[in-house]
């Protein structure tokens, strides 16, 4: 590892030390208490760099405040990473190196158990060449997803403070907890006492790639209802609820499922299912970028039970469906200058951007849908959700640049 590293990435590399995967299955907030070993690191360092109005919440939400320093009067503008990371794959004990001056090919990541990352699994392996890769030992996830966001505004308020030759306006800053398993930290995100007209949350990929809409997305579970009955003498009297959720799964569209889908193509998927010949429950997850899409995906799931109830009689299928966050387009698009000002901090930092929607959710769909128009800016990393993730040093640092520049933009 190299002796001496720029100050985005020595913070990052510290905050990976700290497991804060969450937890699908508590309903607490947050839904685990090791969250909030980062949250109060954070709080100590914000504190001692200078930073105003520093407080968790119960939730366990981070807020902090840097003062305007340019004497007009601009927006407030808030950035926001969240904490945890995914239940997809252990975060405790990471085990970060460095490949420096990367050139290409396969990296071993653990030749122990043949754990490879492969060149092809690289969004684009050529920007990264000459980089130095931050990757992780094969047995975890990094933790880039979304600490390298975490580290990239926490320099950002560093470089601010110590500059104060930089102008700007007020800057809020924010991190939330269990962002990977849904709406909880968000939800529970103070907006009024944040403070801010609008914010960025710092959780996308590519250095180069600004998002302001997501999915519309909801979570679908389907409950099918059998009569048990012995094997032996179950003609024409059992009814295998097992056997009805094939019929509903195969009522759905082959082409429109997540692994045929791209871009701005919407999905159905099936995400879980259990059951016996009494009950079986399948969870699905529906996602589109059109609202009347969105809709129309819901409706036809309500058919597909409705037919089925109508074959096996009333009450067998029950479809019943929990919205998740909705698009942040519309909130985002009633003030363009949002837009306009991060593109314009890209192009400043030497980036030529471009816009792309999420295929998924950030914590901003769910704060716009609350009245805090919040588009996604990159924190640099690739492979998220795996032992594959990674992110460069460089690109580490890039991020954070535009950081600065967008918020100093405001107070121009």
Avoid: W
Wanted: charged content about 25%.
């Amino acid at each position: 590892m190299k002796d001496v590293l720029p100050r985005v990435a020595e913070k990052f590399l510290r905050y990976v030390q700290i497991d804060t995967q969450s937890d699908p299955g508590s309903s607490s907030v947050p839904t685990s208490c090791k969250e909030l070993d980062l949250a109060n690191l954070l709080v100590k360092e914000l504190k001692e760099m200078g930073v105003e109005d520093v407080r968790m919440c119960k939730a366990g939400c981070v807020y902090a405040t840097i003062p305007a320093n340019c004497g007009i009067d601009a927006p407030i503008v808030g950035f926001i990473a969240h904490m945890d990371t995914s239940p997809d794959v252990s975060g405790a004990n990471v085990s970060p190196r460095i490949v420096e001056n990367y050139q290409g090919g396969d990296i071993v990541l653990n030749s122990e158990k043949g754990v490879i990352l492969r060149s092809d699994f690289f969004r684009s392996e050529e920007q990264l060449i000459g980089q130095d890769l931050i990757v992780t030992d094969g047995t975890t996830l990094l933790g880039a997803d979304d600490k390298a966001g975490i580290a990239e505004i926490m320099y950002m308020a560093e470089y601010l403070l110590s500059h104060p030759e930089i102008k700007h306006g007020t800057i809020k800053i924010g991190f939330t907890p269990d962002e990977e398993v849904g709406c909880y930290g968000a939800s529970a995100f103070d907006i009024e006492g944040f403070g801010a007209d609008f914010a960025y949350t710092v959780d996308g990929m590519g250095i180069d790639e600004y998002s302001c809409e997501s999915f519309n997305a909801a979570g679908v579970t389907v409950t099918v209802r059998g009569l048990q009955v012995h094997p032996g003498e179950a003609k024409n009297r059992m009814v295998n609820s097992i056997t009805i959720s094939k019929e509903f799964d195969n009522l759905i569209p082959s082409h429109e499922t997540c692994e045929h889908s791209e871009g701005r193509e919407g999905y159905f998927h099936l995400s879980g299912i259990e059951g016996t010949v009494s009950l079986t429950k399948m969870q699905y997850l529906i996602r589109d970028f059109d609202i009347d899409g969105f809709n129309r995906r819901k409706e036809f799931m309500r058919r597909i039970g409705q037919y089925l109830n109508s074959v096996y009689g009333q009450g067998t299928v029950d479809v019943e469906f929990e919205d998740s966050y909705f698009s942040m387009y519309n909130s985002i698009m009633e003030n363009p200058n949002i837009t306009e000002k991060a593109l314009k901090a890209f192009e400043a930092c030497g980036i030529s951007p471009k816009i792309v929607p999420i295929r998924g959710g950030t914590d901003g769909s769910i704060l716009s849908g609350r009245g805090l128009p919040c588009p996604n800016l990159p924190a640099g990393y690739q492979g998220e959700h795996s032992v594959y993730e990674c992110v460069s040093v460089q690109a580490l640092d890039t991020c954070a640049n535009v950081l600065i520049r967008l918020a100093a933009s405001f107070a121009e």
